[in-house]
């Protein structure tokens, strides 16, 4: 039996639309917008904005502090990221309140 030599187009797990994507890239029809930097400065400013973090100040009992830092180090995170992620729970409705 003859084995059939894959090329980028006929690989056996492209489907017809990717191969025709391809097709098309080849033929030229597809161009890019951008500079490569013009892109990397787009994307760059999209993550700055979707992480963008702001500081708040919040008085909390020293008790409760010193829970947090202890439950934090029990799940090996710093106690700022633990308490920034039972704040994104609450807002998001992902945090079960108490009944």
Do not use: C
């Not at 030599?5 to 025709?20: C, W």
């Not at 161009?31 to 904005?49: D, G, I, L, Y």
């Amino acid at each position: 039996m003859k084995k059939q030599k894959h090329t980028e187009l006929n690989a056996p797990f492209f489907d017809k639309e990717e191969e025709e994507l391809m097709k098309a890239v080849e033929r030229g029809e597809y161009v890019s917008v951008r500079s490569r930097k013009e892109s990397q400065k787009f994307w760059q400013a999209a993550v700055r904005n979707t992480l963008k973090k702001k500081p708040i100040t919040v008085r909390v009992q020293e008790q409760d502090i010193e829970r947090i830092k202890v439950k934090a180090l029990q799940q090996g995170i710093p106690y700022q990221t633990l308490v920034s992620s039972i704040l994104h729970r609450y807002a998001s409705g992902t945090l079960k309140e108490d009944a």
